[in-house]
C-alpha cells in the first residue's frame, strides 16, 4: 500500500517522525514522508502574508499529494495539515488517519484537529472517554512505542551514577531532581536545562546541557542503575504513558515512573518488575534511595522484560494495530 506520513521534522529525542515511516516500511509499505514544519521561505512569506503555518506549507502538501497518490494518509500530530489538504485526500478516496500523541495534557487542543479525519488515534487511554464527552467518537487507544533496532540493551557498560534525568526541563522536575539530590541520591540530569537553573543551583555541577538524540539516551540508560521518568502531566491526570515508559523497557534499564492506571493494565507483574512506581515525592525519594543497593536484581529484572517492550511495544506493533483498525473501518464503509 501507498502510504503518505505527514510529520513534524523538530523532534529531537523521540522521533517518531523516522521511527513510524520505517515501521511502515520494514512492513512492506511504499511509504513516502513529507515534513508540514515550515521552510524558511515558507517561514517568511508567513511573516509577509501573517497567514497560519497551515495555509504556508499547504500548496507543497497538496503538491505531494498530486505527486505520490497515496492510498492512506497518517499525520503524525497533523497540527499544520490544512482542511483543504484533508479534503483533496477526502476527495481522492483516501483515508485519512492522525496519530496524537501529546494527551492527555493537550485534548482540548486535538479538540480543533482530530474531527475532519477517518481515523484518530490517542496515546492516553482515558482521553478516549473525554474526546467522546466532546462529541468524537471516532478517537481509539494507540500508546506510545519504542523502536528494537535503536532502544535495546547494551552490554560491558558500567555504570556511573545511581539515577540518570533524560529530558526536557520543567519546574516539577527541577524541584524533584534538586530534591533527589538534597537527599544524597548519585544522579545526573542530561538535557537543555543550562538557562532554566536558579542561580548557585546545586544541579549545575551534575547537568550535561543540551539536546540528545535517541542513540545518545540509550547510552545514558546503559550507564546508570535507573532512569528517572516524570511525566509531563504528574500531578494533573492520574493516566497516558509517555515513550519514555516503553524506550527504558526495551533497553531493559530500570526506571522510576511516576504511576499511571496503564501501567497495571498494559504490563503483567514481572514486566513491572524493573519499574520503581511512585505516587508522591516522599515515596520517590525513598525508592531512588533503593536504587543502589537493589541494582543487581532491578536490572535483571528490566533485562528480562525487555523482549516483551520490543516485540509488543514496538512501532512496528502499533502500525500493525493501526492498520488493522484502518482495513475493518474500509470494509465498514464499502460494507
Known sequence: MKILVAVPGNLHTVRMNRFVPDALAALGHETQVVDYSPRLGEKLRLKLTRRSAAEG???RLLATVEQHRPELFL???GVNVSQRVL???RARGTPTV???LNDPFQWQRALGILPPYDFAFTNAKYSVEQYAAAGLQHVRFLPSACDPSVHRPIDGVAPDCAVSFAGDW???RERLVERLASEGVDLRVYGPWRRKLRAGSPLRA???HGFFSPERMVQIFARCQATLNVHTWRERFDFGLNPRVFEAGAC???QLVDHKRELDELFTAEQRAGMLIYRDDDELVRLARSVAPRAAELKAAALAAAPVFQREHSYRARM????RVVGAGKKDWSG
Open 252 to 254: 531493559g534499564t530500570p
Open 320 to 323: 500493525v494495530e493501526l492498520l
Open 170 to 172: 520543567s519546574a516539577l
Open 75 to 77: 499525520a503524525l500530530y
Open 206 to 208: 551534575r547537568l550535561e
Open 98 to 100: 492522525n496519530w496524537w
Open 87 to 89: 479534503g483533496e485526500l
Open 57 to 59: 506549507v499547504e500548496a
